[in-house]
């Protein structure tokens, strides 16, 4: 994920309104400011942004503890998940054309009113999606894809998700339900009529999962997403019988028991999954509820509501 892109600029006459912070820190370290509109260089399109999802690694990259993996020339950005219309486009393009309506993923900030992006990222928006929906699936929505692929996840065979009602949680078990597979997500049990409307068989987080999972899958289940990060790996990994099959997005020190480990990456080509993924939304067999939007100028609201979790749905920024 690329966060502050180096870039030809149209002019400093010419202005956008950006987030961005200058120090690490809380949501009170955002500001939005006037910075120049960045010019598309061979083989990028400039998008005006209409929609950009908010997820929580915004609020990891915002308070510094990405820096590690991450590093930023401050002052920087936030937001990658976007939504808009083409218009501008560098050299060496073809597949899109200034005026296309398109959705995906950008390399520059995407909490802005214009972002740079990779046309391999970035599909034509179906005119039936919602901006607020078509700016919120290329982070979350292309994560789960990417994780199912990593699995291996069959049709016929079981997965266990945890934290399955949150951001990636809801797309994983969608995908894999549409792909033929069983799902258990656990959850709280206000989310339980959620899940179970999604296709998933729900249980209950806290002590005594590894019994209740056993409850309904006495022979243990094929694969694991931990998405969670509350300690459930030693359990997960006899649940699957091995690690193997066990993947986590947040347990980072557990990488040692031979588990996988998913932390994304600044390559990975969203195309395929976005395609999956709007299929589905078009067919009925998914959906993304939009929990709530914000103006760019309150994104400090958005993180902090983000940051709080325990939403049932994508929070959107519509600049």
């Known amino acids: 994920m690329q966060q502050r892109l180096e870039a030809n600029y149209i002019g400093d006459d010419i202005m ?77 393009v073809t597949a899109l054309h200034v005026g296309d309506e398109v959705m995906g993923s950008s390399l520059s900030p995407a909490l802005s009113e214009y972002a740079l992006a990779d046309p391999v990222n970035l599909i034509i928006k179906p005119a039936e ?33 945890h934290a399955a009602a949150g951001g990636v949680g809801t ?17 709280s049990e206000r989310n339980f009529e959620y899940l179970q409307s999604i296709g998933a068989e729900p249980v209950r987080y806290g ?48 990488a040692d028991k031979g588990i996988q480990v998913f932390a994304g990456g600044t390559g990975d080509e969203r195309g395929p999954a976005l395609r999956e993924i709007v299929s589905l939304i078009q067919e009925g067999s998914l959906s993304v509820p939009i929990w709530r939007t914000f103006p760019l100028e309150e994104t400090a609201a958005a993180l902090q509501e ?10 959107v920024v519509v600049p």
Do not use: C
Not at 178 to 184: F, Q, Y
Not at 225 to 250: H, N
Not at 306 to 315: E, M, N, P, T
């Open 16 to 92: 956008a309104r950006t987030i961005q912070f200058t120090e690490y820190g809380g949501p009170e370290v955002l500001r939005v400011v006037d910075a120049p509109v960045p010019s598309a260089e061979a083989g990028r399109v400039r998008v005006a942004v209409r929609a950009a999802g908010v997820n929580p690694v915004d609020s990891k990259i915002m308070q510094g503890f990405m820096r590690a993996v991450m590093p930023l020339d401050l002052p920087a950005g936030l937001g990658s998940d976007v939504a808009g219309v083409v218009e501008q486009v560098g050299a060496d």
């Open 129 to 161: 999606i919602s901006w607020e929906v078509a700016g919120s699936v290329a982070g979350a929505g292309g994560t789960a894809w990417s994780v199912l692929d990593r699995l291996q996840l069959r049709a016929g065979e079981t997965l266990l998700v």
């Open 171 to 187: 797309f994983a078990v969608q995908l894999a339900v549409a792909r033929g597979a069983r799902v258990i997500g656990t959850a």
């Open 207 to 254: 002590d005594g999962l590894l019994e209740r999972v056993r409850a309904l899958a006495p022979l243990g289940v094929d694969a694991v997403l931990d998405a969670s990060g509350r300690g459930e790996i030693p359990l997960s990994i006899e649940l699957a019988g091995g690690p193997e099959r066990v993947l986590t997005l947040v347990a980072f020190d557990a």
């Open 306 to 315: 983000s940051s709080a979790g325990h939403l049932r749905g994508k929070i």
